[in-house]
């Protein structure tokens, strides 16, 4: 079955970095665009980032542009979200998707048929 796993969150302070790490499996990855969501206590979940299956395009949420880079390795199945300058506000729940479809725009959690389980990144002022 397909299996979204998602590591590389912690605790961090302010102006620290995280490398958030996903790793796919039971899907042919380079078919798939990934993306970052997350979702804080009380919150919806919100995009964070997106690429496509072959990393030539990449998107951003206005909130992270500039602090956050996210990319693939389709050798390894992998997908990444480089987490630099981290703020209080960035504290949530990081979820990584997959979508092979286009049907909805990158930022809308509709598009993306599969979900990791997500891992928690808290950044401390």
């Known amino acids: 079955q397909v299996q979204l796993v998602e590591s590389g969150g912690g605790l961090v302070q302010a102006g620290g970095s995280l490398r958030l790490t996903c790793a796919a499996s039971g899907l042919t990855f380079t078919r798939y665009a990934m993306g970052w969501f997350r979702q804080a206590p009380g919150k919806e979940r919100e995009f964070v980032a997106a690429?496509?299956?072959?990393?030539?395009?990449?998107y951003c949420a206005d909130s992270v542009k500039g602090r956050f880079t996210i990319s693939r390795d389709n050798a390894k199945n992998t997908g990444y979200l480089q987490m630099n300058s981290l703020k209080p506000e960035d504290t949530a729940v990081y979820y990584c998707?997959?979508?092979?479809?286009?049907?909805?725009?990158?930022?809308?959690?509709?598009?993306?048929?599969?979900w990791g389980q997500g891992t928690q990144v808290t950044v401390s002022s």
């Open positions: 998707a997959a979508a092979l479809n286009t049907r909805y725009t990158v930022s809308d959690p509709r598009r993306y048929d599969y």
């Open positions: 690429i496509t299956w072959g990393g030539g395009t990449t």
